[in-house]
């Protein structure tokens, strides 16, 4: 720390200066070579300008982390992402703080206080929506965010990381359709998520190049969760004239969907084919196992901690929206209409 005009200058005076993280300040003044080679020079060009009095060298104390943000933790997908970022965060000797908001302000507060007392690199957020007020108080803070699939975010303000939901939607309910499937049920997601609509929309698709229309009465809405694909399952098979197969837009409300099936007495697929949407890794041995579209959670993950790592060393992102590739993966959950 050194004095300008009687002022301290502190580290977070130097990284606003610059308009980098704080981290990265640190990093330059540690020696780490993990910076970028303009950045370090903007910084140390600002360091000595404003007189700052670099302590001998020490032991750095304070382990870096990164900062992990989820709305809720009851979900086995949220399993994967984290398995992810730990992944990057220990091959680069970065530790992982795992929270959860559960939507509440009070709850964000809260981190927000416990965050600003770690030597965070930056944040992950895996939510839906990062409120304006949120946002301006982590610009202040100079800390890089990226966000994975989000829904309402402006990809403007951070980068984000997100899967080819439409795509994957579309490629399920294809395979369907080429069993010979034509009543096909569909439980969407919460309706205020981009995911929930991207799959909305690439089942509508692939109904519409089949030239089936879109009957209404087979749609029925979820939250991704198991008791939602039983209720919506259940409803959708108590229908005069049900479906032959229903695609369910997360594995979990499939499962659900499982359990309804067995109610009713029917068996997955010789009554029923069901398609779920993740690919979790337990879905491979219910029974029958479930075919399902592959979304890459713990690659996601790994490519936010990645990104999360270069914006803090003080490089730019080439993109501020990637998605990755989903995948159909086909097991035995799905088979032709009895005739």
Known sequence: ????????????????????????????????????????????????????????????????????????????????????????????????????????????????????????????????????PLQAELRRLHL???????????????????????????????????????????????????????RMDGYRAALGAAGIPIDDTLIRAGNFYHESGFTAGTQLLALPDPPTAIFASSDQMALGVYEAVRKRGLRVPDDVSVVGFDDLPEVRWCSPPLTTVRQPLAEMGMLAARTVLRLASGERTESPRVELATELIVRDSAAPPRS
């Open 144 to 198: 890089p965010v990226v966000i994975i699939d989000p829904a309402g975010v402006d990809p403007q303000e951070s980068p984000t990381i997100g899967a080819t939901n439409w795509a994957g939607s579309l490629s399920a309910n294809q395979y369907l359709i080429n069993l010979g499937h034509r009543r096909i049920g569909f439980i969407a997601g919460p309706p205020h998520l981009m995911c929930s609509r991207a």
């Open 1 to 132: 720390m050194g004095t300008e005009n009687g002022r301290n200058v502190t580290i977070a005076m130097i990284a606003r200066l610059a308009g980098v993280s704080v981290p990265t300040v640190s990093r330059v003044i540690n020696g780490r070579s993990d910076v970028a080679p303009d950045t370090r020079e903007r910084v140390e060009a600002l360091l000595n300008r404003h007189g700052y009095r670099r302590r001998s060298p020490t032991r750095r104390t304070d382990a870096a982390l990164i900062d992990l943000v989820f709305n809720d933790l009851d979900s086995p997908w949220a399993v994967e992402i984290i398995r992810g970022v730990e992944d990057v965060g220990q091959a680069n000797g970065v530790g992982t703080v795992v929270s959860a908001i559960h939507w509440r302000i009070s709850s964000a507060r809260q981190w927000l206080d416990n965050m600003r007392t770690r030597s965070t690199e930056g944040i992950i957020f895996v939510t839906s929506m990062v409120n304006p």
